[in-house]
């Protein structure tokens, strides 16, 4: 069964939108949390990382936000930018194991 | 929902010593399978796209003799390191993807090789 799961597989958002990305998990001894960004044809890129002990990670246009009792996690982009249009994965590392969600791909509308 | 494995999770092999790592596709059929080898807390590096019936794409700097990958089935895909040198110690990420509908990508839950 999907650990981590992405139940939107697409979302579109005009440019300089807020776009919301969202993951949720079922195991709450899951302590570190990842977000990657990737383009067609490439492998995925580390965007942003979140460890349990915090609810909150900033960088510059990207915040991850996480509710460790609703497992659930998500990843704000602000503004959103045509160059954000990409497909994006959250991840779980926990231990000698990777959990990867299935992707949301999100278009951002010039 | 759709899984992929990978096994074995966790290997520790001598220097100079050759290590197979198997990728599976277990409810879905995949024509296209990833590998990924890991760095701590950096991007996921796409080393070769496996093509079921047909040889491997290799990335830019990836040497082929060294990592040999077969695609022998639509839900199969093996990664061998030959000759492996404690430089090659990471984790190593599979993924497959599936060719009809919903097209998603789907990972492995990696393997950690120790090379000593």
């Known amino acids: 069964d999907q650990q981590v799961k992405q139940n939107s597989p697409s979302l579109s958002v005009q440019e300089g939108r807020i776009s919301i990305l969202n993951c949720d998990y079922t195991?709450?001894?899951?302590?570190?949390f990842l977000w990657y960004k990737k383009y067609p044809a490439e492998g995925p890129t580390f965007l942003i990382s979140?460890?349990?002990?915090?609810d909150k990670n900033e960088d510059g246009r990207f915040t991850v936000f996480l509710n460790k009792s609703a497992k659930h996690l998500s990843l704000h982009i602000v503004p959103s930018q045509p160059g954000d249009s990409a497909v994006y994965f959250c991840?779980?590392?926990?231990?000698?194991?990777?959990?990867f969600g299935t992707g949301t791909s999100l278009t951002v509308i010039p | 929902g759709a899984v992929v494995s990978q096994h074995p999770s966790w290997v520790i092999c001598k220097s100079g010593t050759s290590v197979k790592i198997e990728c599976r596709s277990l409810?879905?059929?995949?024509?296209?399978m990833f590998w990924y080898r890991q760095f701590p807390k950096q991007s996921l590096m796409l080393m070769a796209t496996?093509?079921?019936?047909?040889?491997?794409?290799?990335e830019q700097g990836v040497e082929k003799d060294k990592f040999l990958i077969n695609h022998a089935s639509l839900t199969l895909s093996t990664l061998t390191v030959t000759s492996a040198h404690p430089e090659d110690s990471s984790f190593y990420i599979c993924?497959?993807?599936?060719?009809?509908?919903?097209?998603?990508?789907?990972f492995g839950p990696g393997t950690r090789l120790t090379v000593t």
């Open positions: 993924s497959a993807f599936r060719d009809y509908p919903p097209y998603e990508q789907y």
């Open positions: 195991n709450s001894m899951f302590d570190y």
């Open positions: 979140i460890s349990s002990i915090k």
């Open positions: 991840a779980v590392n926990t231990g000698n194991q990777f959990y």
């Open positions: 409810d879905f059929q995949a024509t296209t």
């Open positions: 496996s093509n079921e019936g047909s040889k491997a794409t290799y």
